[in-house]
């Protein structure tokens, strides 16, 4: 899923083509346009999917109706931004889009993201303006800010009104924000969305050919199947280095901030954590390569442009020109000279903690709980036979060991939001739990069934186990879950799976694309500048090519794996997971995979959730969460704001005292200092979720005493 860009301007002309209309690019004056390299790349991946990928979907007006209504989506969702007119004056492509992929024509979705970008940039311009203008505070009015279930504007004046309302709106909560007020107050708050819109502006300016093209590749891809994806130079990259949970940098994560290259955080053990002549909020205003190469000046450059300048191979000099935090932009910059390195993220790796948790039976129990955001795996390390190279299941079997160590009495692996990652580190780590056996099966394009072992006799934890899910696990998360329960090794906890179950391989469009194409576009030097160091020349697409099956034949897509032990969630199997998705692959069944079980758990797994419920209906947090849940589909039907300040400010207020009640609540039941009005709300770090899986692991030992 790709976060919404926004995007950039101009309106273009259409010509006739045949009996067609077909859209002239290179008439339109300013109107971004595809490249040799795109046309190239998009007939590639037509071809693939037609004929490679698991569904082999034709691209035909059915699918042409689909892509069509993704693009729209995906560009304006919240229907702020596109007229009626506009949607009329796309139609004529609605039923042949698809097919034009095949042919590398690329006219008719660019010519609809052109449109989306004027209409973007012009309900800036018109929000700019509105700041200006005097408010009144006192009108009984309203804003919706998603208008998806609406219809599209009827005209520029029905527009208006909404970005009135907007304006209107962001003025509101930036009054309701302002602690202490002065005469300058209304100034400042002006100025400050002033800024805001502003800096929408230029960033939608700065929007290019590629960043289009990603969202058109998109749309495609989405049609057919909601995992396959085409990934720009950039996204592949970005896709490769969140497998590896590392990347080759300076080790700091960089926002824009007026125009400007801002460090926003310093990861520990990266060139810039110990060189330590660089701080948080410290501007980057040029780049040079090498101890003699010239500076780059880089202000006003995208983000990802000018990352790409600044990352690169490990053991390269990087040099950077520095306007420390605080110094006004006249001010002389600093230079300073770093090694990049590879940096492990250590944030996004397996991590644990130890509850102590009073069982039922009145004994303390030690519950280690080991977190695992998601599947990772440094490929490239591991193909160089690297001793040391980074993966989930070493760094959980180092951890396991400790908690050992540690005599913990059982182990929680949480696996909520956990998206998925490397399939053999879901193999891998089942590995550790079981002693030898199937973990899953994968049926290819050709109906060929491969059953993936773990062939490593012993197991490094025999004790309890409970493996914690919720609506956000997915694909290998669902795997190594759905194997723990298949052969009755654990308990699983939470709510039903994401339900993603297919099997994807990424392939570098280099070696998808022809030589006489390769040359073509070498001659035309069809090779984007900003193409980051190492990424994949031309892309890459992760095509869905199999589908996973659990040992005992069902497979995980669509329906994912149900928990023993159920808790309530807010995110509806309707607007979340795979069954949501209009492209995703049926669930099935095939034979099941000779296993042997290690404990038929569903008596125990009964009486666990007895014992869970009969907790649940005294419980605090859980009444709370019931609440949140009726809340969260209550807003999703599309809630209205006033924008009269008595009534926001009331609306305001009696959330703030519904959530100072809440959280008093929980204090004084754990024994904590209350919140006190006009104080900072203290932190929160309580996870009921966790804690009630840990009570449940408690039962657990005590059950298996018995």
Not at 40 to 48: M, P, R, S
Request: glycine share 6%; charged share 30%; hydrophobic share 35%.
């Amino acid at each position: 899923m790709f976060k919404k860009l926004i995007f950039t301007l101009f309106v273009i002309s259409i010509v006739s083509c045949g009996s067609k209309p077909r859209v002239n690019l290179s008439e339109v004056e300013g109107g971004l346009k595809p490249s040799a390299q795109h046309e190239v790349i998009a007939k590639e991946v037509a071809g693939l999917l037609e004929s490679t990928s698991y569904k082999k979907v034709q691209l035909n007006d059915s699918i042409s109706k689909i892509v069509f209504d993704n693009l729209i989506k995906s560009l304006d969702q919240g229907k702020n931004y596109l007229l009626q007119s506009d949607i009329d004056e796309f139609q004529q492509y609605r039923n042949s889009i698809a097919q034009d992929f095949r042919n590398g024509d690329l006219s008719a979705p660019f010519h609809i993201f052109n449109v989306y970008s004027k209409r973007y940039l012009e309900r800036m311009q018109y929000a700019l303006k509105q700041v200006d203008v005097k408010q009144d505070f006192t009108i009984d009015e309203s804003y919706l800010p998603s208008r998806e279930k609406l219809g599209w504007f009827k005209n520029t004046a029905e527009a208006d009104t909404q970005w009135k309302h907007r304006v209107k709106y962001d003025l509101l909560n930036l009054e309701m924000t302002t602690v202490k007020k002065t005469d300058s107050t209304e100034t400042k708050q002006k100025e400050t969305l002033r800024k805001r819109y502003n800096n929408l502006i230029s960033q939608g300016k700065k929007i290019n050919s590629n960043d289009a093209f990603q969202v058109i590749m998109t749309s495609l891809t989405d049609a057919v199947d909601p995992h396959t994806s085409y990934f720009n130079p950039s996204f592949a990259q970005a896709f490769n280095e969140g497998m590896a949970n590392t990347f080759e940098g300076i080790g700091a994560r960089l926002t824009i901030d007026n125009e400007m290259v801002t460090i926003s955080e310093i990861i520990p053990g990266g060139p810039i954590f110990k060189d330590k002549s660089l701080a948080i909020d410290d501007k980057i205003v040029g780049v040079a390569q090498g101890k003699d190469g010239e500076f780059e000046d880089i202000i006003g450059w995208r983000l990802d442009a000018a990352v790409a300048k600044i990352k690169g191979p490990a053991g390269t000099i990087v040099r950077l020109k520095i306007l420390p935090a605080g110094q006004p932009v006249g001010s002389h910059p600093k230079i300073v000279s770093l090694t990049r390195e590879r940096i492990v993220v250590a944030e996004e790796s397996a991590k644990k903690e130890i509850l102590t948790v009073k069982g039922a039976d009145g004994k303390n129990y030690r519950v280690g709980v080991i977190n695992i955001p998601k599947f990772y795996m440094d490929f490239e390390a591991y193909r160089k036979r690297d001793p040391n190279y980074k993966s989930t299941t070493r760094d959980v079997r180092l951890l396991l060991d400790t908690l050992k160590q540690e005599k913990v009495d059982a182990v929680l692996i949480d696996l909520r939001f956990n998206g998925g990652g490397s399939l053999p580190e879901a193999i891998d780590l089942t590995g550790l739990f079981i002693d030898k056996g199937p973990v899953v099966q994968v049926r290819d394009v050709r109906n060929t069934i491969d059953v993936e072992e773990d062939r490593n006799a012993g197991v490094s934890w025999d004790g309890p186990l409970g493996v914690m899910i919720n609506r956000f696990s997915a694909s290998a998360s669902e795997i190594f879950a759905g194997a723990i329960q298949d052969y009755g090794r654990g308990v699983i906890l939470g709510s039903q799976s994401y339900g993603k179950g297919t099997v994807q391989s990424a392939v570098d469009m280099a070696r998808v694309i022809s030589p006489t194409s390769k040359l073509l576009l070498k001659a035309q030097n069809e090779k984007d500048p900003d193409t980051p160091n190492g990424a994949p020349e031309y892309g890459q697409i992760n095509i869905t090519l199999g589908k996973f099956y659990r040992v005992n034949g069902s497979s995980t897509q669509h329906k994912g794996v149900s928990p023993d032990v159920t808790f309530p969630t807010q995110y509806s199997a309707e607007k979340f997971g795979e069954s949501s998705e209009p492209s995703a692959l049926p669930w099935d069944q095939i034979k099941s995979s000779t296993y042997k079980k290690v404990a038929d758990l569903s008596a125990l797994n009964k009486k666990l959730e007895q014992e869970h419920e009969a907790r649940m209906k005294n419980s605090t947090e859980y009444k709370f969460l019931l609440e949140d849940i009726a809340t969260f589909e209550k807003r999703d039907e599309g809630t209205k704001i006033p924008l009269q300040l008595d009534k926001f400010k009331k609306e305001r207020d009696d959330f703030q005292k519904k959530n100072r009640d809440r959280v008093n609540a929980l204090l004084k039941q754990r024994g904590l200092p209350l919140w006190e009005e006009g104080k900072p709300q203290p932190k929160m770090e309580f996870d009921f979720v966790q804690d009630e899986s840990a009570k449940v692991m408690t039962d657990m030992i005590i059950q298996e005493k018995k």
